[in-house]
């Protein structure tokens, strides 16, 4: 697909030009300048992440105990978000592909509404919904003495409700791209909606899903405002990375920096990861 | 045939469509015994494809009824009905192999695993596909696809058939082996089998009966050979090669609806098609001499090379298709908008009540 996609790309400038053509000409300096700035601005702290770093004492840095623990429980806790906004996430998005029943476009911006909120503010509807006086978590409290808030479980919670929308959202677009006949021609065969689903639709869309997933976890792995407001900032316990990062900016700045590279590697992995998917588009 | 009621045939086919979406209505019925093979044949947009999703139950219907063995389907989802599907782009399940495409409609039927593989093999290797049970459908050529096709849907034992142009997809070379192979398939299937193509020749080489559709009705039906002889619409005329009009008999005389008389050896006397075939007009520059009682003058809208043969179109007192030698056209000199003098021998004609 990629090489593909590079071709028009190449292609399309050549089959316009004119004289020294659209592709190669020289960029106007009323566009050149901020657009060579624009770059510099986005690049520069990355470089300057990496100019900065105590290389020398990253190995001792990375080894420390808090170090591991923020790691290990940001793993998991995106891990588990990542795993609880697919078994959610994924029906939801058949439902929003796939059916069609009143208010499906309110649902559909509803369900994006995560996407666009400040993270703070979903911490806070967070503890108003689950906290233990909240009017969810009140019940969830009686009924089975569960307690969300500054608790792991709390983490997960938190960054579900962050990186569930970039799952469903990605999912829906591919449940709609893919062709539903594929579903009448499972259903001519005798599956029942459940079993097109299973083993028909969701092979064919398991890219997307993957994708999906791999957006979620990067998503949920960076949340910030939302865990700290929802769930605390208890080392071990509720201090993800970026939590530990912000944390140990103020007393033990090259610690930050050394988290800081951890998380820049796995963005960085990420994207490398997602690149034939979003890296090809024009 | 013995029946329960007066009314429904315990076996076979017996369906009346009707499917009302927005600006289109399709209605119409269609009854065949088992072994039966109709054909749906009529121009783009007839609402063939529509009447063969109603009786898979993709499209449900807005009134009538679909009884199969006896039983009625309609309100039945599809994949409780006992109906096999050939799409016709095949939809092969991309991600699975020949052999595990054939065997998904008995693995959804209740079939253990083990059990299902070795019923689709046994229909692979019918279809002589027992090479290719391990490919996936993009390594298939055209032709192969049909055939997995086939055996997918005929793998659950269905008491209706339903192929929707089954040999659209296939280039000219592989359809001519694909449509032999495809009648003996058919031929051997021993329940009902409805075809839908917009092909006159696939129509008549794989159906036993032909219901042709226009606009969502039906407008003929009969064997390939008799509609052939006997086109009722200028659709059916064009596609077996006829020139063809309505008009009134008046014993060997008939006034066409389009004008002028035409003369014919049949005697009727009412509404009559007629026909004659393009081979059968012959062409003069001057008015021909008084013995030829049909000839009309019309001028020439269109030459074109037809095998070995030219197709002139004429308009005028009577539109008509007439095929020529090329030596003729020369010896004629005949241009489009030359006007020319077309006669047919009454013999050549054929007359048919309306």
């Known amino acids: ?282 | 045939m013995t029946a329960t009621t007066p009314t429904t045939p315990t076996t076979g086919l017996d369906a009346h469509l009707v499917v009302d979406r927005g600006g289109f209505n399709l209605d119409l019925c269609l009854a065949a015994a088992p072994g039966d093979v109709v054909a749906l044949l009529g121009p783009n947009g007839a609402g063939k494809t529509t009447a063969l999703r109603a009786l898979a139950g993709l499209t449900p219907l807005s009134a009538g009824h679909l009884c199969l063995d006896g039983a009625e389907l309609d309100g039945t989802p599809p994949e409780a009905r006992p109906v096999g599907v050939v799409f016709q782009d095949y939809l092969l399940f991309p991600h699975l192999t020949a052999l595990d495409n054939v065997a998904f409609g008995p693995r959804c039927h209740g079939m253990p695993k083990a059990a299902a593989r070795a019923h689709a093999a046994d229909w692979l290797n019918r279809m002589g596909l027992a090479d290719h049970a391990g490919a996936k459908p993009r390594r298939l050529s055209g032709g192969q696809a049909q055939r997995v096709a086939l055996a997918r849907a005929l793998a659950t034992h269905p008491r209706l058939l339903l192929l929707d142009e089954p040999l659209a997809a296939l280039d000219a070379r592989t359809r001519l082996d694909v449509r032999a192979e495809l009648r003996r398939h058919l031929a051997a299937f021993e329940a009902v089998a409805v075809l839908v193509t917009h092909d006159p020749l696939d129509a008549m080489v794989l159906a036993d009966r032909l219901v042709v559709v226009e606009g969502g009705r039906v407008v003929q039906e009969g064997t390939p050979a008799d509609i052939a002889r006997h086109p009722r619409t200028d659709y059916i005329a064009s596609l077996v090669g006829l020139n063809l009009y309505q008009g009134r008999a008046d014993g060997h005389a008939v006034r066409l609806d389009a004008g002028p008389h035409i003369t014919t050896t049949e005697d009727l006397t009412g509404p009559v098609f007629v026909a004659f075939p393009p081979s059968a007009v012959t062409l003069h520059r001057d008015r021909p001499d008084s013995s030829a009682r049909n000839a009309w003058q019309g001028e020439i809208t269109g030459l074109e090379s037809h095998g070995d043969q030219i197709r002139v179109d004429l308009t005028g007192e009577l539109p008509l298709t007439a095929d020529l030698t090329t030596a003729a056209v020369a010896e004629l000199g005949l241009h489009t908008g030359a006007s020319v003098w077309a006669t047919v021998k009454a013999a050549q004609t054929h007359a048919y009540p309306a």
């Open chain 1, 1 to 282: 697909m990629k090489p593909v996609t590079a071709e028009v790309v190449e292609s399309r400038p050549r089959s316009r030009a004119r004289g020294r053509g659209r592709g190669r000409g020289r960029a106007p300096l009323p566009l050149l300048l901020p657009a060579l700035l624009g770059l510099a601005f986005l690049l520069v702290p990355l470089v300057a992440l990496l100019v900065r770093a105590p290389w020398r004492s990253l190995p001792q840095q990375l080894t420390s105990t808090e170090v591991w623990q923020a790691l290990r429980l940001s793993l998991v806790c995106a891990t588990a978000a990542t795993a609880v906004s697919l078994v959610l996430g994924v029906p939801l998005a058949w439902l929003l592909a796939r059916t069609s029943f009143p208010g499906r476009r309110m649902v559909r911006a509803l369900v994006t509404l995560p996407l666009v909120l400040p993270p703070v503010v979903g911490g806070v509807a967070l503890l108003l919904a689950l906290g233990r006086n909240g009017v969810v978590g009140r019940w969830l409290d009686s009924a089975f003495g569960i307690t969300l808030p500054f608790t792991t479980a709390g983490v997960v919670v938190a960054e579900a409700f962050v990186a569930m929308p970039f799952l469903v959202i990605s999912v829906e677009g591919t449940l709609r791209a893919a062709d539903a006949r594929y579903e009448e021609a499972a259903a001519t065969l005798g599956a029942s909606r459940f079993t097109a689903f299973r083993r028909v639709t969701l092979p064919l869309i398991a890219p997307g899903v993957a994708a999906g997933a791999v957006l979620a976890w990067a998503r949920a792995l960076g949340e910030f405002g939302a865990t700290i407001t929802f769930a605390g900032n208890f080392p071990g316990r509720t201090q993800t990375m970026p939590l530990s990062v912000y944390l140990a900016l103020q007393s033990d700045p090259a610690a930050a920096i050394a988290l800081s590279l951890v998380l820049l590697a796995v963005s960085i992995a990420v994207l490398a990861g997602l690149r034939d998917r979003w890296m090809a588009a024009p």
